[in-house]
């Protein structure tokens, strides 16, 4: 079994493409870009779609795609993270006008791939929410009922019972679950080379081994030399805390795959899943899963969550214990699978603001502009964003602009040591609320806890 380095979507690809030409030295443009994973690269896309004349530059320290955007699990998800109230404080209904923005991304990336010709395995099988027990079941019931307060139709989420979800996916202990059709599968690393090659094509000059130091008002310093901007993008996400200055803004948190071989026939028989749904449990440690257009199971979860210092591990280094740990998820939830190996484990890291909720800006005044704090939503929800970031760059009054993630400046991390000891913390007390969960047969209070101390709901 492989473990670390970028990870399966880009082994599957031989590897990532030939490196592309560091930025030259100092340099001018309209907009400079900070980072190349989906919000850097979604952002130069359409702002050159929709301005060819502007000098677009993507500065970054890798490769394109280097981050959480070609190692994360292929959901293009309409959902979304935050608690609803901090959306619903920005403007009246600015949930459920959030989400409906969302269910429609799904829609934008699609008709993207298909007029870029840009082959991503992408397929909208919707998603399943898997309940593994009464708790879990509970908790799924809590979040449609949610979900309704807020405007999401039975035609965009519905409950499903254990038949209906058996003819979808047999999972071993499942009672029941939910369905909805607002998330499509891809791999992640043909829609990075996609998107990249037309980014490209448009005129926009991707610099890669290309770290950029620190940014402030019109200026992008990085280790080859300053970047003058009229507008200066920062879509670093969780690399956010390696600028100066940002290290409190966003924290890494890891999350950690596991990808086994192609499972032969007769397991498939025996687990079904046909659909392509994107298949996701209950726990408050979850895991969320794949079925990949190559036949294998994609799986992932968060494993060791965060590094003290906000550190990260750009090669993809994942513990023996996660990849255990996620291995025996696997066998538990699909015993048909248990004898298949696994090929490859890897982890990488996502932005998390303080208050778990996306945010949006461009002050037009200093010329500094950023996206980000998706929490692992970020394949669907950077295309949002960027779309949003080009309407405020241009200038564009859009309904876009009205989103409620826009302006939003979420407080900072506390220091560290509190930094590091809040996060294992809640982590640790979320896995103990699983086991409790688990035990009892019924939703844990010290869950509701955590959520409410956290800052989740």
């Known amino acids: 079994m492989r473990t ?33 994973g989906f919000t850097g690269l979604w952002t130069a896309y359409y702002l050159k779609r929709s301005a060819p004349s502007l000098r677009v530059l993507v500065l970054e320290a890798e490769i394109a795609g280097f981050g959480a955007s070609g190692r994360n699990g292929g959901w293009v998800s309409g959902f979304f993270s935050g608690p609803p109230r ?47 027990g009464p708790a879990q079941l509970a908790h799924l019931r809590e979040a449609i009922s949610a979900a309704r307060a807020h405007g999401v139709s039975e035609q965009d989420l519905r409950e499903l019972d254990g038949r209906e979800l058996a003819e979808r996916v047999r999972v071993q202990g499942a009672i029941g679950g939910s369905f909805s059709p607002h998330v499509a599968r891809a791999h992640p690393a043909k829609l990075l080379s996609g998107l990249a090659a037309a980014v490209e094509r448009l005129g ?40 100066r200055r940002q290290r409190r803004t966003l924290v890494p948190i890891n999350s950690s795959m596991v990808v086994t071989e192609p499972l032969p026939e007769a397991a498939w028989e025996q687990i079904g899943w046909r659909g392509s749904e994107l298949i996701g449990d209950e726990a408050h440690v979850y895991v969320y899963l794949q079925r990949t257009a190559d ?18 591990d750009g090669r993809g280094a994942i513990a023996a214990s996660t990849v255990a740990s996620l291995q025996a998820k696997l066998a538990e939830m699909f015993p048909a699978a248990a004898r298949t190996p696994l090929e490859h484990a890897w982890s990488g890291v996502l932005g998390v603001s303080r208050d778990w909720a996306i945010s949006a800006q461009a002050d037009p005044r200093s010329g500094l502009a950023w ?26 009054s859009s309904a876009l602009v009205e989103l409620p993630f826009v302006g939003r400046s979420p407080r900072r991390w506390e220091p560290e040591p509190l930094r590091w000891c809040g996060i294992q913390g809640v982590y640790a007390l979320y896995r103990r609320a699983d086991r409790l969960e688990q035990r009892s047969g019924r939703p844990s209070r010290l869950g509701r806890l955590v959520d409410s101390l956290s800052g989740r709901v």
Not at 104 to 111: A, D, H, L, P
Not at 383 to 395: E, F, H, P, Q, Y
């Open 4 to 36: 670390g380095e970028l990870g399966h979507w880009w082994h599957s690809l031989g590897g990532p493409p030939p490196p592309r030409p560091p930025l030259a030295g100092p340099a001018q443009a309209d907009v400079a870009i900070v980072g190349g």
């Open 86 to 132: 901090l959306y619903q404080r920005a403007r009246p209904g600015g949930y459920a006008y959030l989400q409906r923005a969302m269910f429609e991304t799904v829609e934008e990336i699609e008709r993207v791939l298909a007029s870029e010709r840009i082959e991503a395995d992408f397929v909208r099988g919707g998603h399943l929410g898997v309940a593994l």
């Open 204 to 243: 926009v000059a991707i610099h890669e081994s290309t770290p950029v130091l620190e940014i402030s008002p019109h200026r992008a310093l990085t280790a080859h030399g300053e970047v003058s901007a009229r507008w200066v993008v920062r879509a670093t996400e969780g690399y956010t805390p390696s600028l």
């Open 295 to 312: 036949g294998r199971i994609a799986l992932g979860g968060r494993g060791a969550p965060y590094r003290y210092g906000s550190r990260t």
């Open 371 to 396: 996206a980000g704090g998706y929490v692992g939503e970020g394949v669907a929800a950077a295309n949002l964003a960027a779309r949003t970031l080009r309407d405020l760059i241009l200038g564009e």
